[in-house]
């Protein structure tokens, strides 16, 4: 079956810091795969999205390629702020199976 | 309408009375999803539908929980004679068909759920 494997946190940075958080998965067929993200309070919301191979999404500064070669689409930020603390959830979709597959999530701190 | 929207917010209940989550999906999805996400934990998938029918109900944890949807909008999740452990926040999410252009899944704001 589907499944995602991701980074396990919890994760500490200073502010201004380089970001990854790794994520890989396996797929019954050829997924779409998204990064989602829950700040302290509120609910799941999309962050970043690529639904084929070599595509990037990006958002707030956040970028993600779809690398079919490595099964990975692994998140990283340039320069992570305060605000961006919160816990990370990447996730698939595939076609024919649209079940939605998440990873354990991975919380992100960014100190001052 | 706009988004997924869930009632109640919040429900505290005695132990062994049984609760009813309820779920608008956005117009138009035919992809509905529950999960369940307990304090501090990650989410734990309970069942998706497409249309009507749940291709796959895997998630739920026990014959307690149930889960309906009719007219291909509604759902309604059930739960049995909750216990302690059944206390989390149940998430519901809608989407649109892989291959149509909007593909991701819109999340509501949960139903927390307290067992006393």
């Known amino acids: 079956g589907d499944s995602v494997t991701q980074m396990e946190g919890p994760v500490t940075l200073s502010e201004e810091a380089f970001l990854t958080i790794n994520c890989t998965y396996t797929a019954t067929g050829y997924p779409s795969l998204f990064w989602y993200v829950q700040y302290p309070g509120e609910g799941l919301q999309l962050l970043l999205k690529a639904t084929k191979a070599d595509d990037k999404g990006s958002n707030k500064g956040f970028e993600a390629t779809y690398r079919k070669e490595t099964t990975s689409f692994h998140l990283e930020k340039g320069s992570v702020q305060v605000s961006d603390s919160a816990v990370y959830f990447c996730?698939?979709?595939?076609?024919?199976?649209?079940?939605?597959?998440f990873g354990t999530g991975t919380r992100l701190t960014i100190i001052p | 309408g706009a988004g997924v929207s869930q009632s109640p917010s919040n429900k505290v209940t005695e132990k062994g009375k049984d609760v009813e989550l309820r779920c608008d999906p956005i117009?138009?999805?035919?992809?509905l999803y529950w999960y369940r996400q307990s304090l501090g934990q990650g989410l734990e998938f309970l069942i998706y539908f497409q249309g009507n029918s749940a291709p796959d109900k895997s998630g739920l944890p026990s014959d307690r929980f149930s889960a309906e949807r009719t007219g291909g909008s509604v759902s309604t999740l059930t739960i049995q004679r909750t216990q302690q452990e059944d206390s989390a926040v149940y998430l519901c999410a809608s989407s649109s068909p892989l291959g149509t252009k909007n593909t991701e899944a819109f999340f509501g704001q949960g139903t927390r759920l307290t067992v006393v």
């Open positions: 996730a698939l979709r595939t076609f024919g199976n649209e079940k939605l597959t």
């Open positions: 117009s138009g999805h035919t992809a």
